[in-house]
């Protein structure tokens, strides 16, 4: 199974097919991988010891950063990003950690988990999606409902306060319009963070 692959000069982290969110956009719809991954989809969850075995298998030398990004949400396995961040810290400070999140951690937890990302997270990109509440309800199917939308916000708000770099995406058109991406903007930027627009891939 594929517990990290490669894209372009990073190292992507697969820790869980769990989410908690179904978009009608994602990617998993469309793939069982991404960028020459192989298939994405885990056979079971790894455990700690086989992530960092993983990971230990590259050469470390030719990659700058470490996304937390697979098939699934990865703090629906918080503990073991967490660990697993602070493990490669501590091997290499200078490397650049990165967790790519829909946002959902605190309902996902059942806890405020901003906070437990500092000194081990780098960046937090976070899935903005939408300026209206009511979209995100449509688009991004959250298990928690209308719940969803304000503690993504407030995630992203506490997440400013804790690591260096927090960055809130949509998805270009046709999935969102250029004034719905002026609107994400605005709410990015009053939150603390910046607004990163990702291609569409069909």
Do not use: H
């Not at 969850?45 to 075995?53: G, K, Q, Y």
């Not at 990865?74 to 493990?87: H, I, N, S, V, W």
């Amino acid at each position: 199974m594929t517990i990290t692959y490669q894209v372009k000069d990073a190292v992507y982290v697969n820790l869980t097919n769990r989410c908690p969110c179904s978009c009608t956009f994602c990617l998993r719809n469309n793939a069982p991988g991404v960028f020459g991954s192989g298939p994405l989809w885990l056979e079971r969850e790894p455990t700690d010891e086989e992530v960092a075995a993983s990971l230990g298998a590259w050469d470390w030398k030719r990659f700058r950063e470490v996304v937390f990004c697979g098939y699934g949400e990865p703090t629906e396995r918080l503990d073991t990003l967490l660990a697993t961040a602070a493990m490669l810290k501590r091997r290499d400070p200078t490397l650049r950690v990165r967790v790519n999140t829909n946002g959902l951690s605190d309902l996902v937890n059942g806890k405020p988990t901003a906070a437990l990302f500092s000194g081990k997270v780098d960046c937090i990109s976070i899935s903005l999606n939408t300026d209206d509440p009511a979209e995100y309800l449509a688009v991004c199917r959250p298990r928690f409902g209308e719940a969803a939308y304000p503690a993504m916000l407030k995630f992203a708000k506490d997440a400013v306060a804790a690591v260096p770099e927090v960055v809130m995406t949509v998805v270009g058109e046709p999935v969102t319009s250029a004034d719905k991406q002026a609107r994400c903007r605005a709410i990015a930027e009053g939150i603390g963070a910046r607004l990163r627009v990702r291609k569409y891939e069909s």
